[in-house]
């Protein structure tokens, strides 16, 4: 079972990327796919999440109006856009699979290794 996150880099305030998350030996039918992050000196917070499931979406506060997520099932990979980018949302973005889309993140069971988005002002 590994999920993989690509697609972060450096982008100027105002810009766009779009994260990855590529998920192998596990099928989205069965799990959820959350998107996280962790600032420097900040906790974890949670972003989004997709559940194929239900074909249902959820978004943090901090990702209303600017990031959508979405997937490729057939690509077995989740998607996060993310638009008019802030400073703010410079962290390290991890993927991971979990129950549902209300669950804690100590309840998501495997986890991406990170990638980062650095966002200049």
Same mark, same amino acid.
């Given at each position: 079972l $590994? %999920? $993989?996150?690509?697609?972060?880099?450096?982008? $100027?305030?105002?810009?766009? %990327?779009? %994260?990855?998350?590529?998920?192998?030996?596990l099928?989205?039918?069965?799990?959820?796919?959350?998107?996280?992050?962790?600032?420097p /000196?900040?906790?974890?917070?949670g972003?989004?999440?997709?559940?194929?499931?239900?074909?249902?979406? #959820?978004?943090a506060d %901090?990702?209303?109006?600017?990031?959508t997520?979405?997937?490729?099932?057939?690509?077995?990979?989740?998607?996060?856009q993310?638009?008019?980018?802030? +400073?703010e949302?410079?962290? !390290?973005?991890?993927?991971?699979? /979990? +129950?549902?889309?209300?669950? +804690? #993140?100590?309840?998501y069971?495997y986890?991406?290794?990170?990638t980062?988005?650095? !966002?200049?002002?």
């Open positions: $590994q %999920l $993989q996150a690509s697609g972060g880099g450096f982008v $100027q305030a105002g810009g766009s %990327l779009r %994260l990855s998350c590529a998920a192998s030996g099928s989205l039918d069965t799990y959820v796919i959350g998107w996280f992050r962790r600032a /000196g900040k906790e974890r917070e972003v989004s999440c997709f559940s194929s499931t239900d074909d249902t979406t #959820a978004y %901090l990702a209303k109006g600017r990031f997520v979405s997937s490729d099932n057939a690509k077995n990979t989740v998607y996060l993310m638009n008019n980018l802030e +400073p949302d410079t962290a !390290v973005y991890y993927c991971a699979a /979990g +129950p549902t889309c209300n669950s +804690p #993140a100590t309840f069971s986890w991406g290794r990170g980062q988005v650095t !966002v200049s002002s």
